[in-house]
């Protein structure tokens, strides 16, 4: 990484700006708007009603460094995933449904979130990569805070399913480096049906227009890792539900034609996919081919280059 690169929230923190937005963070837990399902309950007291199951502490399952993400998160010495616990969407294909959907992990305070983005830095990784934010932005920055005090300079990535509150993603401005949201749906219907959430293209399409705001396009050091912008993460679905063609039209035309991308082909039937057709299936090389196709014709040139999976080779 580059000598020169600073992550955003050193000059927050210098400021003493970075102190007051964990106060003002964790004041909308007591009537809980962290994330765009608005629940209105007080995690100060319990985690009932709370759509994301999750109360004051943040749950994590695991973290390590990572080599399975996109290349310019990866680098040479892997990306610092921190795994969240439960989550604000209900994907009812979710591949990690044992960590979003039962809620496998540890409870934990905001000095043992620090401790893991310090070891994290200390094991050589290039970024901190906050897996399933968006319930937890007042924990995660609290830890840090604390972090940072103790010596954390990596970029953080807001790795998120794309369902977050704007008036969250605005107290992130000058703290994160690099979001990296899903963009699932453009059709609302299918939002509910898959994930049961409301509204999920409005809020996606704003909270993504916010992040651009924040941090442009995407920037990377001489060694293309990424140091500040958005990455866009766009799931293949079958049968064209995740409405693709408006998505990348929404990307090329209102966001930027330099827009980073990964469409993504490794859609495969998880947990209750089985009994929602057409989702019982993987997607086919004509699907995922189609998908790049419409992606480059709306004007998008960054695309992800991950070869295709090799599944198709054994169908
Ligand atoms: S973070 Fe989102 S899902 Fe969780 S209680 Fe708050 S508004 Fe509800």
Request: hydrophobic share 40%; proline share 5%.
């Amino acid at each position: 990484m580059s000598k020169q690169f600073e992550p955003a929230y050193l000059k927050l923190h210098r400021s003493g700006e970075l102190r007051g937005r964990v106060a003002e963070a964790y004041r909308r837990l007591e009537r809980c708007t962290v994330c765009a399902r608005e629940c209105g309950v007080n995690r100060r007291e319990s985690a009932k009603g709370a759509a994301c199951r999750t109360g004051e502490r943040a749950v994590v399952s695991s973290y390590a460094p990572h080599f399975g993400e996109e290349s310019p998160l990866v680098g040479r010495d892997g990306s610092g995933t921190i795994f969240f616990s439960w989550c604000n969407l209900r994907c009812q294909y979710c591949q990690n449904y044992e960590i979003s959907q039962l809620g496998h992990g540890q409870e934990v305070e905001p000095e043992n979130l620090a401790a893991m983005m310090l070891r994290l830095q200390v094991m050589g990784c290039h970024n901190i990569n906050l897996v399933s934010p968006s319930h937890v932005v007042p924990q995660i920055l609290a830890g840090l805070l604390i972090a940072v005090e103790a010596g954390l300079r990596l970029p953080l990535v807001y790795n998120t399913g794309g369902y977050d509150n704007l008036e969250t993603l605005k107290m992130l401005d000058g703290v994160v480096d690099i979001y990296m949201p899903d963009m699932k749906y453009a059709d609302e219907a299918m939002a509910q049906r898959y994930s049961k959430v409301k509204n999920y293209p409005a809020v996606n399409q704003a909270a993504v227009k916010e992040m651009h705001r924040q941090v442009g396009d995407l920037v990377m050091d001489e060694h293309g890792v990424a140091l500040r912008g958005l990455l866009v993460r766009h799931l293949i679905l079958p049968e064209g539900l995740a409405g693709t063609r408006e998505i990348v039209r929404f990307l090329a035309e209102e966001i930027s034609p330099n827009t980073y991308l990964n469409v993504m082909d490794q859609y495969r039937p998880c947990y209750k996919a089985d009994d929602l057709p057409p989702l019982d299936r993987r997607i086919t090389r004509e699907e995922y081919n189609e998908a790049v196709q419409m992606a480059l014709d709306a004007g998008l040139t960054r695309l992800d280059k991950r070869e295709p999976r090799l599944i198709w080779l054994f169908r």
